[in-house]
C-alpha cells in the first residue's frame, strides 16, 4: 500500500527536534502499547542517544497485563527504562515522576554536591495520537503552572512544572512516523496513528483483517460479525462483514466503504478484545 509523506517533512521533523532538545535534560518517549516497535522511528535514536531516556508504554490498558510485562522486560534486558501507563487514569503519573527522577540521578546528584537542586526539564516525544497530551496532563492534574516569560529571563519557551524540580517542555514532539518499513506504517495506520485520510481504507481494512487472522484472531472477528464461513479472500471477508452489518447500497451491492471504516473503528474501540500487534 503507498502512503504518500515527503522526505523533506522528515528532515524538518529532524531539525525541529534538534533544536528542543538542546533545552532538555532528559526525554519521555511515548510509545502505543498495541504497537511498541511501530512507534520508534529509529531516525530519531541518535537524536536521543545521549539523554537518559524514559520509555511509556501508555495505552497500556488496550493490551492484557501479560504482553505489557513482556515488553517491560524486553526493555529492561536492553537497559532502558520503562514503564506501563494509562493516560486517562487521573493521577496515576506517579510512577514515571519516579523512574524520570530515577534515571536522571547521576545529574541531581552532580548539582546537589554542589548545593544546587537540579531542576529536570523533560520533552514528551511520541508518533501521533500516542497519547502524548494525555500524558502530560495527567502529570499536571488539568492545572498548567507555567513559568517562563518573567521579566529578565528569556527562555523562548513555556514550561508546564509537575513536581518541584521537574519541569515539561509545554509543547510535545511529534515523531515522524517511520514510513520506510511497510509493516510498522500499516501498524500505524491500524491504530489510527496516521490519518486515514491518506490511505486507501479498503485496503486498509482488508490488511488488518489479514494481520489480524494471522495473529491467531480470526475467530474474534468470525464472532464479532457472525461470519459463518471460512474465507481466504480478505476482500470477500469484508463483503460478508458487510452484508452481516446491514451496509447495503441503493443498488443491492455492499457498501465496502462504509464495512472498511466500521472494521477499523471496531479494533481501534477494542470491539475485538485487547490486541496486541507486537509482542515482545
Ligand atoms: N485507552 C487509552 N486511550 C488513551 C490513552 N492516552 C491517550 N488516549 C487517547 O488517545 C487519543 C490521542 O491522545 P492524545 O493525547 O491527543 O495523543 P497525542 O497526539 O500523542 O497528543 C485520545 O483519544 C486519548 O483520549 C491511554 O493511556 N489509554
Ligand atoms: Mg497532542
Known sequence: MRIHWFPGHMKKALRVMREQLKMVDSII???????????????????IAHKPVLYVLNKSDMVNSDDILKWQRRF???NKACVANNSLNKGGG?????????????AIEKYRNKGVNKTIRAMVIGIPNCGKSALINSLTSGKKTVTGNKPGVTRGRQWVVIDKYIELMDTPGTLFPDFGDEKKALNLAFIGSIKDDILDI?????????????LGHGNKIAQRYNLQSETSSKAEMLRQIGL????????????????????????RKLAFGQIILEKA
Open 94 to 106: 506517579k510512577i514515571i515522576i519516579n523512574k524520570l527522577l530515577e534515571i536522571n540521578a547521576a
Open 76 to 78: 529492561e534486558k536492553e
Open 202 to 214: 479498503n485496503e486498509l481494512a482488508s490488511k488488518l483483517l489479514d494481520c489480524l487472522t494471522s
Open 244 to 267: 452481516s452489518r446491514g451496509f447495503i447500497l441503493k443498488g443491492g451491492e455492499v457498501d465496502i466503504e462504509k464495512t472498511a471504516k466500521a472494521v477499523l473503528t471496531d479494533f
Open 29 to 47: 518517549y511515548v510509545l502505543d502499547s498495541r504497537a511498541p516497535l511501530s512507534s520508534i522511528n529509529p531516525q530519531f535514536d541518535e537524536l
